[in-house]
């Protein structure tokens, strides 16, 4: 995950949770208290606006998008 | 075409507070709301059996429609929480009808069931003459059973609703329906033969918040409608959440989409059959508008059924 991505990732991220958060890129983002449900919907929507991408629904699953380093290994799969 | 000619409705008169709620699960009944939009549910009695309930709406239907069960010529009962293995409760509802010998329709699909229900009616009507579609649940056992989650038991109410469903011109015509069904989840939202419903909220929602309006825009495309020139969405009442993302998807206003989570909590399968009965008892529709039926639950299954005045 290049230094940018994770920028624009923890932007995401504080946008849903609706404070200013810097989360480790390992650290779970639902165990941390930034994500529910919900905010996971959301924090999805706004990742394909920003990053350009259309996230099937067959890899909806909430691990994938469990911390910023797992959502930077997907999106860096899906951009090659 | 077929059509649907009345909808009923029935809940027990048992009311579970939020408050209540909060000293069993030792949680805010603030976050109670907050988390689903719900402030209270209604509870069945312990001897309530499921056919009695679907029953209760299927009577109250058939009042609304002015007309009795002799028409009936096919029971569909939607119910995931009935007392035992088989028999299903469809052939006991029918019999309390007075219908002991018109085939009876098991669908223990859980919270898409009244939705499948009603898809069924609409192409079987033509071979079975007036389909009863009815669905009843007692979510409130389950939901509330040890080890208590609390994340499942603020959700669960259990109340039945009902539909009939004719060949001939009625109340709302049923113009097209898309299903799907995709066991890939199968273990993310179930409940066993005992114990707790088992729910990953998040592969839930998720999931709900994507195929939920992908089947709505779905079935409208392939009908040439706008979402935003359809009357009402009347939803599976699973969450008041869900259905304001749904909308937000949708680009339709929040205010087309009828709720009564808030009193009833969520019934599975009865509750989109609830709110239809509540919604047409109080919308005024004219010839030509649309109106948009949609769930999702457990399977997972889901699909939206289009129908028209």
């Known amino acids: 995950m290049t230094e940018e991505m994770q920028t624009k990732l923890a932007a995401i991220v504080s946008r849903v949770a609706g404070k200013t958060v810097n989360p480790d890129p390992e650290e779970s983002l639902f165990d941390a208290g930034y994500l529910d449900s919900f905010a996971l919907v959301d924090m999805v929507s706004e990742i394909e606006r920003e990053f350009h991408v259309k996230i099937p629904d067959a890899d909806l699953t909430p691990r994938r998008f469990d911390s910023l380093a797992r959502i930077g290994d997907y999106l860096t799969a899906r951009i090659k | ?309």
């Not at chain 2, 011109?169 to 419903?197: K, N």
Request: with cysteine; proline share 4%; hydrophobic share 45%.
């Open chain 2, 1 to 309: 075409m077929s059509s649907i000619q009345s909808f009923g409705r029935y809940l027990p008169d048992r009311i579970l507070t939020n408050a209540d709620l909060a000293r069993l699960l030792d949680c805010d009944p603030a976050w109670i709301f907050e988390s689903s939009g719900i402030e209270e549910r209604r509870i069945a009695a312990e001897d309530e059996t499921i056919a009695a309930m679907a029953e209760r709406a299927s009577r109250h239907c058939l009042e609304r429609a002015g007309s009795d069960a002799a028409q009936i010529g096919l029971v569909i009962l939607s119910s995931a929480t009935s007392a035992q293995r088989f028999p299903g409760p469809a052939s006991q509802l029918a019999q309390r009808l007075g219908l002991a010998g018109i085939p009876a329709l098991d669908l223990p699909v859980a919270s898409a069931g009244s939705l499948f229900g009603l898809a069924l009616a609409s192409q079987l009507a033509p071979v079975y003459g007036t389909v009863l579609v009815a669905a009843a649940e007692k979510m409130s056992g389950p939901a509330l059973s040890e080890p208590l989650d609390r994340n499942v038991a603020i959700l669960f109410g259990d109340g039945a609703g009902a539909c009939l469903v004719t060949h001939s011109p009625g109340t709302l015509g049923i113009v097209d329906a898309v299903l799907h069904s995709d066991g890939t989840y199968a273990d993310d939202l179930r409940l066993p033969l005992s114990g707790p419903i088992r729910m990953d909220g998040r592969t839930v929602i998720l999931q709900a918040s994507r195929r939920m309006p992908a089947a709505i825009s779905e079935i409208l495309a392939r009908h040439s409608v706008e979402a935003a020139s359809v009357h009402s969405f009347l939803l599976h009442q699973a969450n008041n959440n869900l259905t304001a993302r749904v909308a937000k998807t949708l680009g339709v206003s929040a205010d087309r989409f009828f709720l009564n989570i808030r009193y009833c909590g969520n019934t599975s399968s009865a509750s989109l059959l609830i709110a239809a009965s509540e919604w047409h008892e109080k919308a005024v529709i004219e010839v030509g508008d649309y109106v948009c039926f949609a769930a999702f639950g457990a399977g997972f299954h889901w699909g939206a059924l289009l129908a028209r005045k």
